[in-house]
């Protein structure tokens, strides 16, 4: 009996000790992970910092491209402390990345000091043009030097979208506000580089050229749907609200774009502006504070709610090993009382009865009642049960969470379509299967005839309204399997397999002919009538294709059609056809 009973005493023992073994390493685990969450999440704001520093370096770059020689001391000082200030950034990051030792870090680290050999180049340029007189910078030497700072600005994007899926791993529920900053740097990323669009034409003293305003149109673009997916998340999130938010609204989107946009007017006209990049950079650059500000104020709120995490895994942890120790101590403790208590008095009385058949009689022990000694044990499975349970349900929100995140990234908010980094991804396959495929490959680009003029005279709510009858429309007309997407502000693009190009512009005149049926009521009563112009450009069956040849030719037409009078469809022509393009279709 007592052997019998050392048997599954060291069973259950071995047991206990192995489940609250990997009870204690897997909190230990989850407080690990937290702990690496807070450091991603250092690097993850570092990474934004340097990224904002780097972009508002352009602002006295851009003032002192707008002097002549000798250049301002002045200006050169605060060209040289903006500098001074990106560096420390940058050397902050590094510092975060080496302090993290992790192997993702060492990639991430190599990318930084790729962006950092880049923003030396940047620099170097600048500082060439610098040492020319004002009337030997051309316009291309300008833009070239501006572009060189604004192409650094996506290596850090990518370090950023790292440190967010890290932070991520470690304290679910944080990526809401993760991506809030992600966007809220995008944004200011954006409105600096719709200042720096401005400035080769500022500088030079001439008007702004049509490449420059589709340009600046098409960052306005961007920085209306940055604004729209913030929204949504600031209303979801109280704490986001207000304050900061509100000031951003105000100070940048009203008073901050009202001012390009007077710019850019004043811009348009033969004799420029009269306003030089220095003084943009004066009355522009303090409007955009207010972008920082809401960006630093996520941040604060994301590393109070991982400080909250971490401090969580560190209680519960503390609060398992305590359970666990007591638990064991209680087990052993109890196997002991068990054995002195209940089975030596059960093996004295079998000891006893085989004495008495034997006929030694000798007198019985009594019999001792006891009660309630392992019930511990089955407490503190219930409370492995219960952890484990709450993990999983954990673990399926975030891949809830995550799913329709990537859904949401994949669509435009506003019209439900693909948006155009999507759309890239998924036109990329299908171009390179167009050498292979026994179908012409069309790509038809289309955007809204005067859509601004709908805007500024019905209101943006009216203008919202068009794109989403228009990606109604668009629905109806092209099939699910084919590639449809909102490209820009009021631009859209489709890629699809058509027999032929007879087929391709037929899409594109039934759309049209909607759009021309499509009318709608502006809140005033007004009718408001909806025109699109259309380009079409095709890779031939077994040609081989390129995404960004047939934007270009594409975009090549519908400017031809916008040329044309708008409302129309220009076509390029057949290889061999001998002329420079098709006429608009009416």
Known sequence: ??????????????????????????????????????????????????????????????????????????RLATLQAFRGESDARIADLLGELAAADC???????????????????????????????????????????????????????????????????????????????????????????????????????RPLGEAEQYAIERTRGTIDQLRGLLQPRVLNDPALAHGTFQRMESQYFDEGLAYIEQLRVLASAPAGTGVTTAELTQHYVPLMASIVAFRDEILDLAQAQVQRWRDTRLAWLAAI????????????????????????????????????????????APAQHYSGEIRELFEAVQVLQEHSSERARLEQERHRLIEELTVQAERDALTGLLNRGAFERQAAPACAQAGRAGRMLALTLFDVDYFKRINDTYGHAAGDRVLVRIARLCREVWQADE??????????????????????????????????????????????????????????????AWLEDLMKRADRQLYRAKDAGRDGIAVEDEPGAGTAGSAPVA
């Open 1 to 74: 009996m007592e052997r019998r009973f050392g048997l599954v005493t060291g069973a259950l023992a071995g047991i206990l000790l192995a489940g609250s073994g990997w009870l204690f390493l897997h909190q230990w685990a989850a407080y690990a992970d937290a702990e690496r969450a807070l450091a991603n999440l250092r690097i993850f704001r570092a990474v934004l910092l340097a990224m904002e520093k780097v972009s508002a370096e352009r602002g006295p770059g851009n003032a002192a491209l707008g002097e002549d020689l000798p250049i301002p001391s002045a």
């Open 103 to 205: 192997t993702p870090c060492r990639a991430e680290r190599a990318a930084v000091l790729v962006a950092q050999a880049d923003l030396v180049r940047a620099r170097a340029t600048i500082d060439s043009l610098l040492r020319q007189p004002r009337a030997r910078r051309s316009s291309a030497s300008l833009y070239h030097a501006i572009d060189g700072m604004v192409r650094v600005i996506p290596r850090f994007v990518s370090i950023a979208d790292a440190a967010a899926a890290s932070v991520d791993e470690g304290a679910p529920g944080i990526l809401g506000r993760l991506l809030a900053a992600r966007l809220a740097a995008v944004l200011r990323e954006q409105a600096g580089l719709l200042g720096s669009q401005l400035a080769p034409a500022l500088a030079a003293h």
């Open 321 to 364: 090993g305590a359970a666990l120790s007591a638990v064991i101590a209680t087990f052993f403790l109890s196997a002991r009382l068990f054995r002195r208590q209940v089975v030596q008095p059960f093996a004295e009385a079998t000891r006893d009865i085989r004495a008495i058949a034997a006929g030694q009689f000798t007198a019985v």
């Open 483 to 544: 590639i449809v997407a909102r490209v820009g502000g009021e631009e859209f693009a489709v890629l699809a397999f058509v027999p032929g190009r007879r087929e391709a512009v037929a899409q594109a005149q039934a759309l049209r002919e909607r759009l021309g049926h499509a009318g709608m009521q502006a809140d005033n009563g007004e009718g408001i009538a909806i025109r699109a112009s259309f380009g079409l450009a095709f890779a031939a069956a077994g040609e081989a």
